[in-house]
């Protein structure tokens, strides 16, 4: 089992960017695939960005490709979720999970951390 703790929110201009980090409890952490997800009030989560075990597979949702860069640090078990050119529509509570089983951009992942916000005001 994975235990995951989301950091590095907070409030930011349109334009500026953040790195969000994700650190993983546990020895088997190279054994799990990691997703980034996002939900805002009143909407459903949405997917963000996908990262396979080894880090040799990206995967992005449409709103964020070409901004977002999500990479990962076996060593230090954490995952990274790098966020350029913020815009007032990413803003949003920021979840990370983690799944022994590629999951990639399903909601089913059996892992997640509490979350972190992040607010991008125009």
């Known amino acids: 089992q994975v235990q995951l703790v989301e950091s590095g929110g907070g409030s930011v201009q349109a334009g500026d960017s953040l790195r969000l980090s994700c650190a993983a ?11 980034w997800f996002r939900q805002s009030p009143g909407k459903e989560r949405e997917f963000v960005a996908y990262i396979s075990r080894r880090g040799g597979i990206t995967s992005y949702g449409a709103d964020v490709r070409g901004r977002f860069t999500i990479s990962r640090d076996n060593i230090k078990n954490t995952a990274y979720l790098q966020m350029n050119n913020l815009k007032p529509e990413d803003t949003a509570v920021y979840y990370c999970a ?3 089983s590629r999951r990639v951009d399903g ?3 059996n892992y997640w951390g509490q979350g972190t916000q992040v607010t991008v005001s125009s």
Not at 25 to 35: I, V
């Open 98 to 100: 983690a799944d022994p």
């Open 107 to 109: 909601g089913d992942y």
């Open 25 to 35: 409890s546990g020895p088997t952490f190279s054994s799990y695939d990691l997703g």
